[in-house]
């Protein structure tokens, strides 16, 4: 099967430092993978330049037909990127002037043009989805760190996204919350939704993941199902991060 | 020493009243003016638009950096001496400029704090979403640096509104003028004066029940 996302020679520098050193990455349609590495690595800039909030210096990043060089990349590509691909950010980053239900519909109505009424009922759709079809009305800030950034999932959800980016979703919660979103990323996993996440939860990674891979000082350093990464690394930088995280 | 001429001082309720309609216009007008202006410099200097951000930033600097009255003589009667069609500007006219210039440099600072005060991850997380910079500043950012703006936004109206009394050096007869000709007449001017003085604050004691109103809706607004 051919590349759903075709990331092909990313670099990203910040005035000297070299983040990404020429990043390469097929995904296939309704492939999960997972990003693992030391911090400092470079994985959430990866994904930011996949969304565009970091613009990459050099490389390409194809969706289904919509190729983005980063030589040329003009206003209307990258909003159609951005289009196609849903992010979930490590500290939630809702809309604090919305509740949740105006946090989802926002995308719909704002950016696709959908009429009131029908992005109201997809949000409501998607917060029973999500389990908060009783908190539609609440604000942020009258939700748990939990919830919030379920509403965050379903904010990404409702783009509807060909690739959904998850940077550390449940790095920034309490421990008492990071069950109820994993479980939701899992069951996203379930239906096959084309995903990459980073996230320390090796455990977690092992078990949604097609793939895992390794990334350290910018590049991917090895990468492979999720049996033989965690099973049978075959790199020594892999095999002592794993020691160290244990 | 002589006792306050009461009876004069209650003649001169009506007349004085009959002048606060246009100072409320001046001071409406100008600060409706103000805002719409201040929006704009301060989403210039948030995005850093090319070139325009060092204009504003020097309109900005110039117009806190020199007194109101000097500003108002600026606009009135030196700037017509070179660009000709403005022999024929009014007072009033003058004096809504001025007080927009001059207010809307402050303004825009504030309205400035209150955007960049607004979390930078909720930037990026509409952006990821797709929306353009209009929208997310239109839809995200604004709204919220309203509400904390706001109190301070008021605090610049109640200056407007004692500001517009400047205008009376421009020869124009609001409250204050008003006040002056009486006095000018009777030479009662403690108690013109008084009277007027009584005026501005019974109208700003309004505003700032008005401010508090509105700043106890708007804490229990971000509670939530
Ligand atoms: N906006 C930025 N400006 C400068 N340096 C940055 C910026 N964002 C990230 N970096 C640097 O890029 C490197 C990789 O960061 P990041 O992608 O966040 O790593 P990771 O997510 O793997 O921990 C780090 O050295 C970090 O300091
Ligand atoms: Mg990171």
Known sequence: MSCEIDVSGLVKRFGANTVLDGIDLCLKPGERVAIIGPSGTGKSTLLRCLNYLDRPDQGKIAIGDLTVDAAKAGKAEILALRRRTGFVFQGYALFANMTARQNIMEGLTTVRGWSKEKAQDRAD??????????????????????????????????????????????SALDPEWVGEVLDLIRKIADGRQTMLIVTHEMQFAREIADRVVFMEGGRIVEQGPPGQIFGNAQDNRTRSFLRRVG | MRSLDIAYMWDLVPVIAGYVPLTLFMAVISMIAALVLAAVLAIVRVLRVPILDRVVAVFISFFRGTPLLVQLFLFYYGLPQMLSFLTSINGVTAAIFGLTMHFSAYMAESIRGAILGVDRSQ???????????????????????????????????????????LAFTLGVTEMMGAAQKEAAGSFLYLEAFLVVALFYWAIVEVLSVGQRRMEAHLGKAVAR
């Open chain 2, 123 to 165: 930037w990026e997380a509409a952006q990821s979403i797709g929306m353009t910079q209009g929208q997310l500043l239109r839809r995200i950012i604004l709204p919220q640096a309203a509400r904390v703006a706001a109190p301070t936004l008021m605090n610049y109206f109640i200056d407007m509104i004692k500001g517009t009394s």
């Open chain 1, 125 to 170: 759709q998607i917060l029973t989805q999500i389990g908060l079809g009783d908190r539609g009305d609440s604000y942020p800030s009258g939700l748990s760190g939990g919830q919030q950034q379920r509403v965050g999932i379903g904010r990404a959800m409702a783009l509807d996204a060909d690739l959904m980016l998850f940077d550390e979703p449940t």
